[in-house]
């Protein structure tokens, strides 16, 4: 009895360790900047492997890390938008920026960040900016990681992200919206 016991017990860690796996790759798919200016390379992929690192310990051990993460968001107080895409670049670097104190932050405050980052980078209406589709649903995946982390009721953020999902379809990579709509059916109640 007690090796059944301890052979179901293997497969469930394992399957909602998978679960997890598989949620935090959908955001890192999606919560990054894709940077085409030279120019701005450099800056971007920093602020890229900031995020990442965050979210791959989710308890960030780190001090460079936790101070380069603080000092984002001071980037863009005063910044000047020369053309769309500049604007794109500033509203992502934002949005990541904010992401990223979301993992710093403690239970009561994440919900903060990550309302702002969702704000950056959609309209009025809470649908993303023009090729900004993606990374939106990657804050709402990331406000789900938070609900699992947290215990907390994740329906809601299930239907706004089904919505986002759909309404943003023909901009998604193909390979993200399928997987994140797999990744929805395992989570539905």
């Known amino acids: 009895m ?3 016991l301890s ?4 497969f469930l860690c394992f399957n909602i360790q998978g679960k997890d ?6 955001i890192r798919q999606s919560v990054k900047i894709y940077e085409p200016n030279p120019i701005h390379f450099d800056k971007s992929n920093e602020l890229n492997k900031i995020f990442q690192g965050l979210l791959k310990d989710s308890i960030p051990d780190s001090l460079t890390l ?3 993460a603080s000092e984002l968001l001071s980037d863009y ?3 000047n938008h020369e053309d769309d895409l500049d604007t794109r670049r500033i509203e992502m670097r934002l949005c990541i920026s904010l992401c990223s104190q979301s993992l710093l932050a403690d239970k009561e405050k994440y919900i903060y960040f990550l309302e702002l980052a969702k704000i950056t980078i959609s309209d009025s209406k809470g649908h993303a900016h023009k090729f ?11 406000k789900l990681y938070f609900d699992s982390k947290y215990n907390l009721d ?16 023909r901009s998604l990579e193909e390979e993200f919206y399928v ?9 539905e109640h």
């Open 66 to 68: 936790k101070k380069d």
């Open 2 to 4: 007690r090796k059944y």
């Open 132 to 142: 900004l589709e993606q990374p939106l649903c990657g804050v709402l995946l990331l």
């Open 179 to 187: 997987s994140a709509n797999q990744w929805i059916k395992l989570h």
């Open 154 to 169: 994740s329906g809601n953020d299930i239907k706004k992200l089904k919505r986002e999902l759909k309404f943003s379809k």
């Open 77 to 79: 107080k005063d910044k």
């Open 7 to 10: 052979i179901i017990g293997l």
């Open 21 to 26: 796996t598989q949620l935090i790759e959908l």
